[in-house]
């Protein structure tokens, strides 16, 4: 199972890819000749809306008796289930498949440089829901928007849209060795 989901989703990004490789190859050559820049200008941005996902996390969970959203409950049990394959999934495939989706081709899209954030930010939260939410499911996905508002905050000052890969591949990775060693 990890190797045929694994090789379908390989063969989703390559599409996904190849699709939008001269905008690509011209991203990856700005974010190569910034990345420091990027990195330690960002990072603050970054951790700011980690802390905002955090606390907006924490206020919903004490109104909603929900510790964790549908979306995170799911990821956790097909980590235990499929460990190899959801490695490659959030850290390298989601990253890569998200971060094009509701960053490079909305921004594509929306020329309002706020308005593509909070378009950008909503879309990525509720692409984090499961199928039949809860009213509760629907509050859980404000830090998700949270997030998705910081990414694309980032993607609209750097330019690239690695900068913002980098750090939702971070983010997961970071996410993910927690999940393996708190079980």
């Given at each position: 199972?990890?190797?045929?989901?694994?090789?379908?989703?390989?063969?989703y990004?390559?599409?996904?890819?190849?699709?939008?490789?001269k905008?690509l190859?011209?991203d990856?050559?700005?974010?190569?000749?910034?990345?420091?820049e990027?990195?330690?200008k960002?990072?603050p941005?970054?951790v700011l809306?980690?802390?905002l996902?955090?606390?907006?996390?924490?206020i919903i969970?004490?109104?909603?008796?929900m510790?964790?959203?549908?979306n995170?409950?799911?990821?956790?049990?097909?980590?235990?289930?499929?460990?190899?394959?959801?490695s490659?999934?959030?850290?390298?495939?989601?990253?890569?498949?998200?971060?094009?989706t509701?960053?490079?081709?909305?921004?594509?899209?929306?020329?309002?440089?706020?308005?593509?954030?909070?378009?950008?930010?909503?879309?990525?939260?509720?692409v984090h829901?499961?199928i039949n939410?809860?009213i509760?499911?629907?509050?859980?996905?404000?830090?998700?928007?949270?997030?998705?508002?910081d990414?694309?905050y980032?993607?609209s000052?750097?330019?690239?849209?690695f900068?913002?890969?980098g750090?939702?591949?971070?983010?997961?990775?970071?996410l993910?060795?927690?999940?393996?060693?708190?079980g």
């Amino acid at each position: 199972k990890n190797l045929y989901l694994i090789l379908s989703n390989l063969s989703y990004l390559i599409i996904v890819v190849l699709v939008y490789y001269k905008e690509l190859k011209l991203d990856l050559k700005i974010y190569k000749k910034n990345f420091k820049e990027i990195f330690i200008k960002y990072l603050p941005v970054y951790v700011l809306g980690v802390v905002l996902m955090g606390v907006t996390n924490t206020i919903i969970s004490g109104f909603t008796n929900m510790n964790i959203s549908s979306n995170e409950s799911s990821v956790r049990e097909y980590i235990k289930l499929l460990p190899i394959y959801m490695s490659f999934s959030t850290v390298i495939y989601a990253p890569i498949v998200e971060e094009i989706t509701f960053r490079k081709i909305i921004k594509n899209i929306v020329d309002n440089k706020y308005l593509f954030v909070i378009v950008s930010g909503v879309m990525f939260g509720m692409v984090h829901l499961n199928i039949n939410p809860s009213i509760n499911d629907y509050l859980m996905i404000i830090p998700y928007i949270v997030m998705g508002l910081d990414f694309a905050y980032i993607y609209s000052k750097t330019d690239t849209i690695f900068s913002t890969i980098g750090f939702h591949m971070l983010h997961n990775l970071i996410l993910l060795i927690i999940q393996f060693i708190g079980g």
